[in-house]
């Protein structure tokens, strides 16, 4: 005969085992690959503090802490978009560090289209969307801001997803402006998808190496407004959010919490692009 003790402790198993569904997430491969060879990973739903706190060095007013929930999971590239995969579905390559570019001749010897693909205006990132979605059969789409954070982050809080500093060995960051005297372009240093390790999502150069577009148009108090659920940006603007810094600007505009702006027909040679996938 079973004991009291150890029938309640069996049934409370099985009760603790039926409190939990299995849902599409649970089911969801950890990472995919589309046709054109882009590593994409599965970013879970949950929450988090967006922005950063009073006490975070080098903040700026527009960064206020508020908690923001991510409430449908979705795959992320772990790497910004390369400028082979840029030239398969556009057919062009804008990019400086291109057999094609102006600085050609720093890369010589490499395989460029590893690198990624830079000198993209906000538009320019729509249309590769669009057109990669109707390749794939999927719907893909530039990250909005809360998005980008959350994934950077990874379940950090510190200013950097690998701690509260930045230096060179861990991101593709200008740490000495120095070095590149005004009108003076640098030299190929932008970097392969996996030349720094990844954070705990499995993403790469969330910090770094060229700036990334996100859907949202910029709102300077739209964090004060901001719904908590999946939150859009404000409905219309005159720039749209930039994340993650780059090789060519100091580290602290590489922040998780760090937010640039630049109207959506603008092109710098930093300007670069990572997508969304849907699930």
Not at 67 to 73: A, P
Not at 145 to 150: L, Q, R, S
């Amino acid at each position: 005969m079973v004991r009291v003790g150890c029938r309640f402790a069996v049934v409370a198993l099985l009760v603790a085992a039926g409190t939990h569904r299995t849902t599409a997430e649970d089911k969801a491969p950890k990472a995919i690959v589309n046709s054109i060879g882009m590593k994409l990973v599965l970013i879970p739903s949950g929450e988090f503090l967006m922005g950063s706190p009073e006490n975070e060095a080098l903040r700026i007013r527009d960064e206020q802490q508020h908690r923001v929930r991510i409430t449908k999971h979705f795959y992320m590239g772990a790497g910004e978009v390369s400028q082979a995969q840029y030239q398969q579905i556009i057919g062009s390559n804008p990019s400086l560090y291109s057999p094609g570019g102006q600085q050609r001749d720093a890369v010589q010897g490499q395989d460029s289209g590893l690198l990624p693909v830079e000198r993209i205006t906000w538009n320019d990132a729509q249309e590769f969307c669009r057109r990669l979605s109707q390749k794939e059969g999927r719907k893909y789409r530039l990250p909005t801001e809360a998005e980008w954070e959350y994934a950077c982050r990874a379940g950090t809080t510190t200013a950097y997803n690998f701690g509260p500093a930045c230096t060179s060995a861990a991101a593709s960051v200008n740490i000495n402006p120095a070095s590149f005297p005004r009108g003076q372009k640098p030299r190929a240093p932008t970097k392969p998808m996996d030349t720094y390790a990844p954070n705990a999502f499995g993403l790469y150069h969330m910090h770094g190496n060229v700036s990334e577009w996100c859907s949202d148009w910029y709102g300077r108090r739209y964090y004060l407004e901001s719904p908590v659920d999946d939150p859009q940006g404000p409905a219309t603007g005159d720039f749209r959010v930039i994340r993650g810094g780059s090789y060519l600007f100091r580290e602290e505009l590489a922040r998780s919490a760090r937010r640039d702006v630049a109207p959506p027909g603008y092109q710098f040679l930093d300007l670069g692009m990572r997508v969304v996938c849907e699930p």
